[in-house]
């Protein structure tokens, strides 16, 4: 199919909520990465105004804590988000999953109203990595200034072994982000199904010949109230 058919007109599969924690998420293991390997974030925080003193390693902390709400946030909003953000939507039997893989490299397959099998598995990795990376940080501490801020709760040498943990599972879901954008540029240019606008704009298109799948979509403002929720929770339980 060119662009999945010659007839068809823009289906909404993702919501605003979906889409701001997508991004956010994104940008926040970017910089806990750029942070930690390349540095120079906090002079340009600096530059910027910012009168106080602070290090790329307080950037990367601050970071990670935006991570772990997150993944608070969308475990909680998987529950009871949208239509296609909630987990019961895109996480599939074994069997299902086996019978997409096996039309993995056939062109002309139907197009997911959201995540895809193998897809949703992506999503679970990535959000169990990306919060068991989150939380080891806490524990961790780099022999210099910065401690996490529950490294009281085992100790020092526990703590050691946690940060070593963290830089290995950090590792780890580095290459799941690798291999998911690999992912993206195979379904774009082989199997002519671009996801990534969907993820920006919310609608993909669908083609005229199939069912218009019956999707609803929470009010925003309930994403707000969950997000408010996991930052609380965050707060109450590390500080």
């Known amino acids: 199919m060119s662009e999945l058919n010659d007839m068809q007109n823009d289906l909404k599969v993702w919501d605003l909520p979906t889409r701001v924690f997508h991004w956010s998420l994104v940008f926040l293991i970017g910089l806990c990465w750029y942070t930690f390997k390349i540095g120079g974030v906090a002079k340009l925080v600096g530059k910027l105004g910012y009168s106080g003193f602070i290090t790329d390693m307080d950037i990367h902390f601050w970071a990670g804590y935006g991570v772990i709400i997150l993944v608070g946030f969308r475990l909680m909003y998987g529950l009871i988000g949208s ?12 069997l299902a999953t086996f019978n997409y893989l096996k039309s993995l490299f056939k062109r ?21 990595l990306s919060g068991a990376v989150g939380v080891l940080g806490l524990y961790s501490n780099d022999d210099i200034l910065n401690d996490g801020p529950l490294l009281h709760q085992v100790g020092k040498e526990a703590s050691d072994h946690l940060t070593y943990l963290h830089g290995y599972w950090f590792n780890i879901l580095l290459a799941i982000v690798v291999l998911h954008v690999c992912a993206i540029f195979f379904y774009r240019f082989y199997k002519r199904d671009n996801l990534i606008k969907p993820m920006i704009t919310g609608a993909r298109p669908w083609p005229d010949d199939l069912e218009t799948p019956a999707l609803k979509f929470q009010n925003p403002l309930m994403a707000i109230l969950v997000l408010g929720i996991s930052a609380a929770l965050f707060n109450y339980v590390v500080f």
Do not use: M, Y
């Open 83 to 94: 239509t296609t953000a909630r987990f019961t939507h895109f996480i599939k039997s074994p």
């Open 108 to 128: 002309d397959t139907k197009p997911h109203a959201g995540h895809n099998p193998v897809g949703g598995l992506s999503v679970l990795a990535l959000l169990g």
